[in-house]
């Protein structure tokens, strides 16, 4: 990434190949191999974690303008804004690797909500390529019940390889804003932002895609979402150019000592959320895949202390559940101390 003349991170790309700003540290995949083979935390639960189903008419009410935001675990979610409904990086498969017999699996025995029983999508929101973002199978089941499908650059390719109607495929660079007009009638405007992050879904691809943040800009209200990503100074920049921001969905788990620049640490998280100017923070990435070698409550465990000690109002829904932002105060608990470590 460069920074241009207006002073706003702007993206690297050379001989096909997109780069940070700031160069990720390298990882040591053999040390991080051995370091996990050695782990012996707990990664995952012992048993199944326990969720909501999904009630579509909390998830998506009628005649409503308000935010509505429903937690599907990982890094996806519903969320219905002044009326326009939208998923952000649906994985409802169970599994998340390209080899599915030895992959990356749920806690929970499935996902809260699945294509069958959502109604029409006005638009899904892809932050990246990786397979904990970009499900084939949730996409397929998809494709039917979506009126756009919205990606950082060659995203859309992917997409469009899998069998997708390229007329309703849009990517998006950097600080490029759009408008979405929802089956309802109703428009939202959102604007695509920088992420400190990489791409690729095979040892041949990589970073030939773009990975990128969200933001949407209701009437009332504004939400940012932060895909992937590591810390840097686009969580300033974006403060600074969209801020304040009703509610912030910040990544919160699969970091780790061999890859410190490619996912945010808790404590990370809430600085930036305090950069974005943000009232509401609400963590994601956690809970539901295991990706790396923390224990699967320590990111909440640790994003709970960080911002009870900077004042910042958290909100933690157990998986599939609804939240709305705006009529009144939303209350959530520490749901993960319930279950044993």
Known sequence: ?????????????????????????????????????MNKTQTKPKEPLSFDSVIISKA?????????????GHSSFLMQMDGVRILLDPVFSDNVSPVPLFGIRRFQKESPVNAEILPFIDVVFISHSHYDHLNRQTIHELKDKVGFFFTPPGVGDI???????PSKVREYEWWQEGVIKGLSGSALRFACTPAYHFSGRS???????????????????????????????????????????DLVIMENGQYNVHWPSSHITPED????HLELKGKYLLP??????????????????????????????????????????GKEEPKTEAWWKTFEP
């Open 1 to 37: 990434m460069q920074t241009s003349d207006t002073g706003r991170i702007q993206p690297i790309f050379k001989d096909g190949k997109y780069a940070n700003r700031t160069p990720v540290v390298k990882v040591n995949n053999w040390t991080a191999f051995k370091s996990g083979l």
């Open 60 to 72: 998506f009410p009628e005649n409503d303008s308000s935010l509505h935001i429903t937690w599907l």
């Open 159 to 165: 997409l469009r390889g899998w069998g997708i109607d």
């Open 203 to 245: 040892p041949f691809d990589w970073n030939e895609t773009l990975w990128a943040s969200w933001v949407f800009m209701g009437a009332t209200q504004r939400v940012y979402y932060s895909g992937d990503t590591g810390y840097d100074l686009h969580f300033k920049q974006i403060g600074h150019h969209y801020g304040p921001f």
């Open 269 to 272: 998280g809430v600085k930036a």
């Open 284 to 325: 994601m990435h956690w809970a539901t895949f295991s990706l790396s070698s923390h224990t699967w409550q320590e990111p909440g465990e640790r994003i709970s202390k960080e911002a009870a000690a900077k004042g910042v109002k958290l909100l933690t829904p157990r998986v599939g559940q609804t939240l709305s932002i």
